[in-house]
């Protein structure tokens, strides 16, 4: 066990799975002699070499689609982008090719391939830079979708993605890269499709994952403060989805908040609304609120930006409204 | 558009309220939370809010007229807006036996060419379910269902009064009214020669509960009956030392306060008759809410007074007294007549020897107090005079069995008896 940022965690995945099997290609802009825009691929061109790790144009739809053909022809690629802002270029190559490839041919040709990038907001990159997409690609059957929030999780869910027979999405997050935590030695791996509870509570389940981890724990401590007790559940991945770890948390508490970075309409909570409505409708005391991002583009000023993101005080207020304990509008 | 007033159900168990009086008049200004009539139900005079800002339009229903729960009985628009007057109101909602007037209705079969001469769409009946409608969560409704609580009777804490968790988990409490024997005197003039043979006077609110609510206990639950006669010498001389000692200082003790306070400890004791029947379950209390019957005009009620174990006589004098100076005013809110472990009625101020009260459901207990009146008792070879007062505890033998209840009734004989033992 060692400590280490969620972007060794990632680069320490890589290079494992690497090691173990030589189909293993990393290709993306910078990743090889600048050694990844966000150093998660730093050391891997000096081991491994420009043959499998492969600096690729500024030319996301093209370099999906040798990803693509890659994986089609028995390589294992890992296909890198800058962030997944940039990757809306290529989701032809993903949505079209990657999620398609094995229906379409009957069975017949695995598409093993890793699309990994940040996904989501950073601080003041402004609307076109401040997109989480985990909605879009988790709506697309054909896929699997991860979003991990702890450098454990990442390194785990990377190396699940890699060894997947299946096209894979990696949700990173730029304000996750640097967070440190307890990552196992060598053979770590977190199955796809596993949620897990961070902290346990028993009034209300806040629902997150990725970066609104942070935020529902920190929404946690101050609701502990008010002495309300949140079960913080970190679903991991996004399709599939842990229906069967969500149901049981809310069955214990009683209520539910969802938590997502994306924008509300259609979202990941939309679904997650879905599934405890209808699967755990018996055991809701109180409609299922959601914090979303504001439904506007994101606003470049500091406090604006500040203003339209999920937060910790935006859970508790959502939190109190489950459990009736402001007082009652008149209906 | 205008926007309904509605009867409201003002009290967990009304059906139908009395307009007592127009607080607001048509064309008043009205706020959202003003009050704009008071309304007699079941259990108190309540008063009815404005759920919207405006004008009072139209009053549809008169004073002293009784209205369905879930009736438009007004209407809150801007000045001059027109309202309709489709029978909506007052009395009976008739559900409008679905006029599909098709000509009004169709969905426009094409465009017309002059949209504005179509009649207007007749205005839908006023839905009088939504107001009786008992909103609860999902959980809430599947607590109540397990538990045998009836939604109706309780009191919903979330927005709009939806019932959730923690009010079916606090406990339904059937609302109040026990005890036949406490009723007081009726309201009605003595009896007089006159040129009329009778005078059939309608049933109040009050009174309709109660018979409802009296059937719905001696029918069901199946009662007996322990008396036992207790010696008040110390609780009087201990009652005149007290009274003494505050001298002036107000808030003197009475028999009843002791008795209340004695019922309450002696529980603590007996959780066994501190209890509720609750069809498959049975709740013992650890808490302690003592019931006190309270004749009002034309009716009785039992306010309650909460944790009496833990209150001096001093707080239960006080608190007795300021409950039922409000059930006579009827402005007891209904937290303050629900929720009773066990009830008391004392009929001693009108020289009842020994009576039997009818248990108030889902209590399982409940004393019937008599006069305390000096008696010719045995002591050894001679005989005294002593102050005696008889007490029966009526029991629900689904709950309660005659030896459980006669260790309780023997604890509060011996308190009475020895008030010291108050202080234990």
């Not at chain 2, 009395?18 to 607001?24: A, E, P, Q, Y």
């Not at chain 2, 406490?182 to 009329?196: G, I, L, N, S």
């Amino acid at each position: 066990m060692a400590t280490l940022t969620y972007r060794d965690a990632l680069n320490q995945a890589l290079r494992e799975e690497m090691q173990r099997d030589p189909n293993v290609v990393l290709m993306g802009e910078e990743v090889g002699v600048y050694q990844g825009a966000y150093k998660v691929s730093r050391g891997l061109l000096e081991e491994f070499g420009p043959k499998r790790v492969v600096d690729t144009p500024i030319a996301e739809l093209g370099f999906a689609g040798i990803g693509v053909g890659a994986a089609m022809g028995g390589l294992r690629p890992v296909v890198e982008f800058m962030t997944w802002n940039f990757a809306l270029l290529a989701l032809d190559q993903i949505v079209n090719s990657a999620a398609k490839m094995l229906y379409m041919s009957g069975g017949q040709i695995n598409m093993p391939i890793v699309f990994r990038g940040p996904n989501g907001a950073a601080l003041q990159l402004s609307s076109q830079h401040s997109q989480a997409w985990e909605s879009w690609l988790a709506h697309i059957p054909g896929l699997k979708v991860v979003a991990p929030a702890t450098p454990a999780d990442a390194k785990g869910l990377l190396k699940s993605a890699i060894r997947d027979n299946n096209p894979v999405i990696v949700l990173e997050g730029e304000m996750l890269y640097n967070i440190k935590g307890d990552v196992p030695d060598g053979e770590h791996v977190v199955p796809i499709g596993k949620a897990e509870i961070k902290r346990e509570g028993s009034d209300v389940t806040l629902v997150c994952h990725s970066k609104t981890l942070p935020v529902a724990l920190k929404a946690a401590d101050q609701l502990a403060e008010q002495n309300v007790s949140a079960e913080v559940l970190d679903l991991r991945s996004l399709r599939p989805i842990d229906e069967s770890a969500i149901l049981e948390s809310v069955r214990k508490t009683n209520r539910a908040v969802v938590v997502e970075e994306g924008w509300p309409h259609a979202g990941i909570g939309a679904q997650l609304v879905d599934i405890i409505q209808r699967d755990a409708f018996d055991d809701l005391d109180a409609p299922v609120q959601r914090v979303t991002q504001a439904d506007v583009p994101m606003p470049y000023n500091k406090l604006l930006e500040r203003a339209a993101k999920a937060s910790p005080e935006k859970v508790v207020a959502a939190v109190r409204r489950v459990l009736y304990l402001d007082p009652s509008p008149q209906p | 558009m205008a926007t309904k007033v509605h009867m409201e159900a003002l009290s967990p168990t009304m059906e139908e309220g009395r307009l007592v009086k127009w607080t607001k008049h048509e064309g008043d200004a009205v706020k959202s939370g003003e009050t704009l009539a008071e309304v007699e139900t079941d259990k108190a005079v309540m008063e009815l809010v404005a759920r919207a800002d405006g004008q009072l339009l139209k009053v549809m229903v008169q004073e002293g007229s009784t209205v369905p729960v879930g009736n438009v009985v007004a209407w809150i628009g801007k000045p001059g807006e027109k309202v309709d007057g489709d029978g909506a109101g007052a009395p009976a909602p008739t559900p409008a036996p679905a006029k599909p007037a098709a000509s009004e209705k169709a969905p426009a079969p094409a465009p017309k060419a002059t949209p504005q001469a179509a009649p207007p769409p007749s205005q839908a009946p006023a839905a009088p379910a939504d107001a009786t409608r008992v909103k609860a969560s999902p959980l809430a409704r599947r607590i109540a269902k397990e538990s045998g609580v009836d939604l109706k009777l309780v009191q919903g804490s979330g927005p709009g009064g939806r019932v959730v968790k923690r009010d079916v988990e606090g406990a339904p409490a059937p609302a109040t009214a026990p005890t036949a024997a406490a009723a007081a005197p009726r309201p009605t003039r003595d009896v007089r020669r006159t040129d009329v043979p009778y005078e059939d006077v309608p049933l109040t609110q009050i009174r309709k509960t109660i018979a409802k609510r009296l059937a719905a206990s001696l029918g069901p639950v199946p009662h007996f009956f322990l008396t036992t006669d207790i010696d008040m010498e110390r609780a009087a001389e201990a009652r005149e030392a007290l009274n003494k000692q505050l001298g002036d200082a107000g808030g003197k003790v009475s028999f009843n306060d002791i008795i209340i306070k004695a019922v309450a400890l002696a529980l603590v004791q007996h959780r066994a008759c501190n209890a509720w029947f609750q069809e498959d379950h049975i709740r013992y209390w650890n808490e302690v809410h003592i019931g006190m019957a309270v004749a009002i005009e034309d009716g009785l009620i039992t306010p309650v007074i909460r944790n009496a174990d833990l209150k001096s006589l001093r707080e239960i004098g006080a608190e007795a007294r300021e409950l039922a100076n409000r059930a006579r005013n009827r402005r007891l809110k209904p937290e303050e007549y629900t929720g009773a472990t066990f009830s008391v009625s004392n009929l001693g101020m009108f020289e009842i020897e020994h009576f039997t009260a009818v248990i108030n459901p889902p209590e399982a207990g409940i004393v019937a107090i008599g006069s305390i009146a000096p008696r010719a008792v045995p002591d050894g070879e001679r005989i005294v005079v002593r102050r005696r007062m008889r007490i029966t505890m009526s029991c629900d033998h689904r709950v309660i069995d005659g030896a459980t209840g006669a260790a309780f009734l023997r604890t509060l004989k011996q308190m009475l008896e020895n008030p010291l033992a108050m202080l234990l």
